[in-house]
Each structure stands twice: as structure tokens, then as C-alpha cells.
């Protein structure tokens, strides 16, 4: 399957039309994980409880189509428990395989930091390689593979923050926010005209679908000028004085996923500046590790990522 900018574009409209039935007021929100859905990527909700992070990575699922799992990570939950692994069977006599939750095509790992670092480390093999390795076989997960985490940001005990190595592995860093007082008045009018907590949401494409989009992504444009300011709007988190360790070249690739899914989402062939500069606090933020004397100051990262947009020439760049 073979699609085209314009197509993709009109896919991804239906798409976000389709779950916006369910999400309330969070449009910009959506259209940047499926962004990151399109690159290929993985995304991490940071926010408070009962703000819908479950709920829309699971009318995501239903709306592309694609199979979908939910592990509730907690302190005793075991490597084995998301791969699944080998158990004897009685009825044939023999060891047979049982896929863990991990082989799906979203897979919502709910507070991920609860989990031990032994079983975030299992994790952390699926979202970069896409396979889980299983008493020495190894096994492809689905494609496409997405994970699609939470955490709480004011929970602390009990829990093991994810180390740099899983961090970076996120395409994405994303906040929900509460809705304004309008947005949650419209989720009380359709709780009381659908009279049941959930409705179901009609499927727009499949995973054959979804490969196609992707692969549209990979052919849009992108200036060399474009490709010079990713370089130093990395370059610069190794440079800024406030950083201890910058962003490596995966930020500098995941900026460049991005803004090229960003332009298809828009229906352009080639990228500009301002999807670059969209994607900056997002895509880099959560790969910067600050200054002792700044860890307590929970947007300090941001802050940094800001100044350093704001320092940097932007490119005057004509549309291809």
C-alpha cells in the first residue's frame, strides 16, 4: 500500500476526529502522539491522576485499529509477567510458549516507575530493539510497536525512577493538563447523554494502514538549513552551563522524526522551522540531565530548552 502526503493527512484528521469523540479539549495533544505514532516513536505522559491518559491511549488503539494491552506496573511485577515465557501444558505433554502483555501494538505501561529496575530493563530491550528474548530465543514484537507510558509526577514513595538510558528511549515527554472549566462541563453533558463511562469509537484504519503512513513520513523533505539548526539546537543543551550532560544525536533524530510526521499531519511534503521548534521542549527536555542546585525546580528543563530556542537563528527556508 502505497499512500500519499494529502491521504495521510486526511487519515490522520479522521483519526483525531474520531477519538475527540471520546478526549474533550485535547486536540493538540493528540495530534502530537500521533505524531510521535507516525515516527515511530514511543511517548510519556507525566501528569496527575484522572486527567484520561488510559483512556486515550486506548481510543487510540481503537480508532488505528490496532491491538492493544494495559500492564499495571507495581514493585513485585517480574520480567516474566510482560514477556511472558514457557509454562508446561499437562494436556500435551511439553513446555508451550504464552505471550506477555508486550506483544501487542500499544502497549500502556501504567506508572512505569513502580516497577523494579529489573523489570523496566525488560521493557527497555522491546522499546528499542522490538523483540523480547525468551530462554534464549528471540522473538519480534508486532509492528507497528508502541509504548505508550504514564507516571505520576507527586508520587515518589515506593517507586524507581526511570533511569537516563529508559528516558531516552522516549520520543516524547508530554503533560495532559487539566481541562479548562468549559472542556470539563462538555464531559459532563456526554457522560449524561451517553448514560455509561465509555463509548465506542469507530476503527479509521489497521496496522497495514499505519505502516503505509509511516512510510510517507520518511519521504518528506527536509532542507539542509533545517538540518543545520536541529544540530544546534542540540548542540546547544551540551553547551548551556545550567546542563550537566546534553542531549545525545537520538534527540537530534527524534527532532527530525517528528517534525517530518508534523508536516504530513499538516499536509505538506517538507518540513519547516516551526515544526521543529514545536517538538524542542517535548523531545528534549526529558534528555537533559541539569545541575544538582536545579533538580528541585521541576521546569528547569524546559526553561533551559526555551532560552536555547530563543538564542538560536532560526532558518528562512522556502517551502519545497
Known sequence: M??????????????????????????????????????????????????????????????????????????DLLPGDITGGYVYDRSQDRFVLRRGPLFAHIVLADEINRASPRTQSALLEAMQERQVTLEGETMRLPEPFVVLATQN???????????????????????????QPEEEQEILRRRQRWQQDEIELEQVTDAETLLAMRQAVEGVYLDPDIERYI???VGE???DRRVVVGASP????????????????????????????RFATPALAHRLILQPDLWMNQHAAEDVIADIVRSVAVPVVNGA
Open 2 to 75: 502505497i499512500l500519499e502526503v494529502a491521504d495521510v493527512s486526511a487519515l490522520a484528521n479522521r483519526v483525531i476526529g474520531e477519538v475527540e469523540r471520546a478526549i474533550v479539549g485535547k486536540r493538540t495533544l493528540l495530534e502530537m502522539i500521533l505524531a510521535a505514532i507516525l515516527a515511530g516513536g514511543h511517548v510519556l505522559l507525566e501528569d496527575y491522576p484522572g486527567l484520561g491518559k488510559t483512556l486515550i491511549a486506548k481510543s487510540l488503539a481503537t480508532v488505528l485499529g490496532l491491538t492493544f494491552k494495559r500492564i499495571q506496573f507495581t514493585p
Open 153 to 179: 509526577p507527586i508520587e515518589y514513595e515506593g517507586t524507581f525512577p526511570l533511569p537516563e538510558a529508559q528516558l531516552d528511549r522516549f520520543l516524547l515527554k508530554l503533560s495532559v493538563g487539566y481541562p
Open 231 to 233: 544540530v544546534d539546537l
Open 237 to 239: 543543551t551540551r553547551r
Open 250 to 277: 537520538r534527540g537530534s533524530l527524534a527532532l527530525l522524526k517528528l517534525a517530518r510526521a508534523w508536516a504530513v499531519l499538516d499536509g505538506r511534503d517538507y518540513v519547516l522551522p516551526d515544526d521543529v521548534k
